[in-house]
């Protein structure tokens, strides 16, 4: 998953969100357009776009928390370890998890 600092997310967002709103024949035309004006932008959206497409893919969206949370046990994420849901419900799932 990417990881933006908060200027650049303010600067690539608007754009995302417009790219989502098109068809791919219609996105692949804009994007072509975008890339040759902002190279450096462009690079960063087609890799957002990407990790969109991947989730979409795995219906990520469309999963239990549950099912997300007990495929994430023993991931390591920065320095900690998924060990375990906690519960799930609410407005979401918890993990346990231990550092390194």
Not at 19 to 44: C, H, K, Q, Y
Not at 49 to 73: P, Y
């Amino acid at each position: 998953m990417s990881t933006l600092h908060p200027e650049r997310w303010q600067q690539v967002s608007p754009y995302l969100d417009y790219a989502l709103s098109l068809s791919n024949t219609e996105r692949a035309v804009w994007m072509d357009s975008f890339r040759e004006g902002n190279p450096e932008l462009a690079g960063i959206l087609e890799n957002l776009l990407s990790e969109h497409d991947g989730a979409e893919k795995e219906k990520f969206l469309q999963r239990s928390m549950l099912q997300i949370t007990e495929s994430r046990d023993g991931q390591t994420i920065g320095p900690y370890t998924l060990i375990s849901p906690l519960g799930h419900g609410g407005m979401g799932g918890r993990l346990a998890c231990r550092t390194q």
